[in-house]
């Protein structure tokens, strides 16, 4: 089945600075690719996805980039905020089966 | 997401006992997830259905079962708690496109 290693599990950054994420997946087949976030003592919640024939996608401050020959996305975040503080899961999906294998997630820490 | 509810939100129970935590959903999706998720470990898949008569073991299904009365509902059982079975639990469903999960809001259960 799908295996997906996500790095780094902790990042703390000073507000306004960039945060990468990065993850990496081992079915070649799947297709899709989603992110969530995780508030401290809350559900988590998508807030983007790739689909494997896009290379990248952006919403405002976050963005999504895709490379499939080598099998790994990663989450951008500028422009950091306090309220980006959450833990951040990455998932792909398992092909054909319409299920998705998470990270281990990344606990981001925003500092003022 | 008050589409997506869970039952009991919190549960202390004691080794050996069976109890059942339940997921309703008004968004009429057809497909619902079972997840657990401990710390460093993410969210791992316990049970998934597509429809009232499709049920599929997930990742970590052993010492688990589960029931779908309705497209609306997805129960999950523990037929005879253990410690280790400790954890938070979150139902999800899946919308369009077919791969998106939209989670409930988590059952906190300790076993004692």
């Known amino acids: 089945g799908e295996n997906v290693e996500q790095h780094p599990s902790t990042l703390s950054v000073q507000e306004g600075d960039s945060a990468v994420i990065k993850c990496t997946y081992s079915d070649s087949a799947s297709n899709y690719f989603p992110w969530y976030k995780q508030e401290l003592g809350k559900r988590p919640q998508l807030i983007i996805d790739i689909r494997s024939n896009v290379g990248e996608k952006k919403d405002q401050r976050i963005a999504v980039t895709l490379n499939k020959t080598a099998k790994h996305f990663s989450l951008h975040i500028t422009e950091t905020q306090p309220e980006d503080s959450a833990v951040y899961f990455c998932?792909?999906?398992?092909?054909?089966?319409?299920?998705?294998?998470f990270g281990k997630g990344t606990m981001l820490l925003v500092s003022p | 997401d008050a589409d997506v509810t869970q039952t009991p939100r919190n549960r202390i129970t004691k080794t050996g006992k069976r109890i059942m935590l339940e997921c309703s959903q008004t968004?009429?999706?057809?497909?619902m997830y079972w997840y657990r998720q401990d710390p460093g470990l993410g969210l791992r898949l316990i049970y998934y259905s597509f429809d009232v008569k499709d049920i599929n073991k997930g990742e970590i299904s052993d010492g688990y079962s589960v029931s779908r009365q309705a497209q609306a509902k997805f129960s999950l059982s523990l037929e005879s708690a253990i410690p280790n079975q400790t954890a938070l639990y979150f139902c999800?469903?899946?919308?369009?496109?077919?791969?998106?999960?939209?989670f409930g809001p988590g059952t906190r259960l300790l076993v004692l």
């Open positions: 999800a469903t899946g919308g369009s496109p077919k791969e998106t999960q939209y």
């Open positions: 998932a792909a999906e398992n092909s054909g089966y319409s299920t998705l294998t």
């Open positions: 968004k009429g999706h057809d497909r």
